[in-house]
């Protein structure tokens, strides 16, 4: 049976490890490879990493620390931030990552996801969308932002979803950036709507406040890819630093229980 | 000596890095003397099939490898691309495989389901090769792939997993391997599968 993804999400900043709120309030939460090396032994399904400053910066990626995560990283990893050319995302595969992320420079050139997939396979490219409701007393439904929520996209976020699939990339991630690190749930609206479009794998970010959260979003989509920063890397209502994720058997359990609720087949 | 091949494509350091924890020795083979009395070689591949026949074909690796094979001493384990590189032809492209497995590779047609094939399914093992540990029940694994491995002769198959269909997704014909996993990024059950490899 193919399981749901749970998957943790490690944001870097300044070379160290933090979690933001709303993309802000950056909170140092430890080192990138002692975390990997901690989700190792855990047997963690897939990472996400993500360099919070080198599109905001327009710096090239940190090859030499994207090289250190992939060396330690007995899982599949994922490389988001900065990247914005076929040449940068070929050199990042060859340091031993198995997908790249793409944002800012996708959802404002879609023709670059296509580019990059002819070169490192569409399986290879992952296209994170930042969403939020749109602001104001007569906002109505969503809209995108890019550059860490620092500027906002004029097209509509289902109809992106499905052009970047179309584009040739090979998993959406939709990033609720207005639920980033609230603890307050994944939006499972959001997460219905844009599922109802694609056929390549969705993966869900922002918002999981525990496990329970995880499971209700695995409920509702079945096959999905719940991903999550807080949740791993703080415990308790302190939000006290702890890397932690759940056993193979609590996962395992997890799912089955969600995959029922949710009258979902077994693939 | 573990050699893998190097033809532009596929995560060939991935590998590197699992061997030197394993603590077993393994090299880049990048040029057709790297392949010079090699016993164990991988051939990882990620992308779409006919590119990579075609940056396989041009590595000047392809002749030396056909050798190893005809001679049947040397162990092969494709992965990924480089399993379904070893069928007689794919759904994806218009190139001829290698043909040292018979097969073809297709297309998963369930609209169902989504595309690619994402994630850590259970692998079933179907005959006792030395490559996956039989005795353990809980085998899984991480795919990332849109094209199955079908083999010609049922007893190639040595490993079955489900994804709406059953597929091979594990194969065998004399001295060639090929998996459509990736070991290289499944945790224990990954390190198992190389270091078996290793020692067949």
Same mark, same amino acid.
């Given at each position: 049976?193919?399981?749901?993804?749970?998957?943790?999400?490690?944001?870097?900043?300044?070379?160290?490890?933090?979690?933001? =709120?709303?993309?802000? +309030?950056? *909170?140092?939460?430890?080192?990138? $490879?002692?975390? @990997?090396?901690?989700?190792?032994? &855990? %047997?963690?399904?897939?990472?996400?990493?993500?360099?919070?400053?080198?599109?905001?910066?327009?710096?090239?990626?940190?090859?030499?620390?994207?090289?250190?995560?992939?060396?330690?990283?007995?899982?599949?990893?994922?490389?988001?931030?900065?990247?914005?050319?076929?040449?940068?995302?070929?050199?990042?595969?060859?340091?031993?990552?198995?997908?790249?992320?793409?944002?800012?420079?996708?959802?404002?050139?879609?023709?670059? =996801?296509?580019?990059? +997939?002819? *070169?490192?396979?569409?399986?290879? $490219?992952?296209? @994170?969308?930042?969403?939020?409701? &749109? %602001?104001?007393?007569?906002?109505?439904?969503?809209?995108?932002?890019?550059?860490?929520?620092?500027?906002?996209?004029?097209?509509?976020?289902?109809?992106?979803?499905?052009?970047?699939?179309?584009?040739?990339?090979?998993?959406?991630?939709?990033?609720?950036?207005?639920?980033?690190?609230?603890?307050?749930?994944?939006?499972?609206?959001?997460?219905?709507?844009?599922?109802?479009?694609?056929?390549?794998?969705?993966?869900?970010?922002?918002?999981?406040?525990?496990?329970?959260?995880?499971?209700?979003?695995?409920?509702?989509?079945?096959?999905?890819?719940?991903?999550?920063?807080?949740?791993?890397?703080?415990?308790?209502?302190?939000?006290?630093?702890?890397?932690?994720?759940?056993?193979?058997?609590?996962?395992?359990?997890?799912?089955?229980?969600?995959?029922?609720?949710?009258?979902?087949?077994?693939? | 000596?573990?050699?893998?091949?190097?033809?532009?494509?596929?995560?060939?350091?991935?590998?590197?890095?699992?061997?030197?924890?394993?603590?077993?020795?393994?090299?880049?083979?990048?040029?057709?003397?790297?392949?010079?009395?090699?016993?164990?070689?991988?051939?990882?591949?990620?992308?779409?099939?006919?590119?990579?026949?075609?940056?396989?074909?041009?590595?000047?690796?392809?002749?030396?490898?056909?050798?190893?094979?005809?001679?049947?001493?040397?162990?092969?384990?494709?992965?990924?691309?480089?399993?379904?590189?070893?069928?007689?032809?794919?759904?994806?492209?218009?190139?001829?495989?290698?043909?040292?497995?018979?097969?073809?590779?297709?297309?998963?047609?369930?609209?169902?389901?989504?595309?690619?094939?994402?994630?850590?399914?259970?692998?079933?093992?179907?005959?006792?090769?030395?490559?996956?540990?039989?005795?353990?029940?809980?085998?899984?694994?991480?795919?990332?792939?849109?094209?199955?491995?079908?083999?010609?002769?049922?007893?190639?198959?040595?490993?079955?997993?489900?994804?709406?269909?059953?597929?091979?997704?594990?194969?065998?014909?004399?001295?060639?391997?090929?998996?459509?996993?990736?070991?290289?990024?499944?945790?224990?059950?990954?390190?198992?599968?190389?270091?078996?490899?290793?020692?067949?």
């Amino acid at each position: 049976m193919l399981r749901p993804r749970i998957i943790p999400c490690l944001l870097v900043h300044q070379g160290g490890l933090v979690k933001t =709120v709303k993309f802000k +309030a950056p *909170r140092y939460v430890g080192d990138p $490879i002692n975390a @990997v090396k901690i989700f190792n032994e &855990k %047997a963690c399904d897939e990472l996400v990493v993500l360099d919070i400053d080198a599109t905001v910066e327009d710096v090239e990626p940190d090859y030499q620390m994207i090289g250190r995560l992939a060396a330690e990283c007995r899982m599949p990893l994922c490389y988001g931030g900065g990247v914005k050319t076929p040449d940068q995302a070929d050199r990042i595969i060859a340091l031993g990552v198995e997908k790249v992320a793409l944002s800012s420079a996708a959802v404002t050139n879609p023709a670059l =996801v296509g580019e990059i +997939a002819r *070169r490192i396979g569409q399986q290879s $490219i992952v296209v @994170v969308i930042d969403i939020r409701p &749109k %602001a104001g007393l007569f906002g109505k439904g969503y809209e995108v932002v890019t550059h860490n929520a620092g500027r906002v996209l004029a097209v509509d976020p289902f109809k992106l979803a499905e052009e970047m699939q179309n584009a040739g990339a090979g998993e959406i991630v939709i990033n609720a950036v207005d639920r980033d690190g609230t603890y307050s749930g994944y939006n499972l609206a959001l997460a219905r709507s844009v599922k109802e479009r694609l056929h390549v794998p969705m993966t869900v970010l922002g918002g999981a406040g525990s496990l329970a959260d995880v499971e209700q979003l695995i409920a509702q989509n079945g096959l999905v890819g719940a991903c999550a920063g807080s949740i791993f890397v703080f415990k308790g209502g302190l939000k006290a630093v702890l890397i932690n994720y759940p056993t193979l058997e609590q996962k395992d359990e997890l799912c089955a229980r969600a995959l029922r609720a949710g009258g979902h087949e077994f693939c | 000596m573990i050699r893998i091949v190097d033809y532009g494509l596929g995560n060939v350091q991935a590998f590197l890095n699992v061997y030197k924890r394993l603590g077993i020795p393994a090299q880049r083979a990048a040029v057709a003397a790297d392949l010079d009395g090699a016993r164990h070689v991988i051939l990882p591949g990620v992308g779409s099939f006919d590119y990579a026949m075609e940056c396989f074909s041009a590595s000047g690796m392809r002749e030396p490898l056909e050798r190893l094979v005809a001679d049947g001493d040397t162990r092969i384990l494709g992965i990924c691309v480089g399993m379904q590189m070893l069928a007689d032809s794919s759904d994806e492209g218009a190139l001829p495989g290698l043909g040292w497995i018979p097969g073809k590779v297709k297309q998963f047609q369930d609209d169902a389901l989504p595309m690619p094939h994402m994630g850590w399914n259970d692998v079933v093992p179907a005959q006792s090769t030395g490559l996956l540990e039989e005795a353990d029940a809980g085998l899984r694994f991480y795919f990332l792939h849109s094209y199955y491995f079908a083999c010609t002769d049922p007893s190639n198959a040595i490993a079955h997993t489900r994804y709406g269909i059953s597929f091979d997704c594990a194969v065998r014909r004399g001295q060639v391997f090929g998996v459509q996993f990736h070991p290289e990024k499944s945790h224990g059950w990954g390190g198992a599968l190389l270091r078996n490899f290793a020692s067949i």
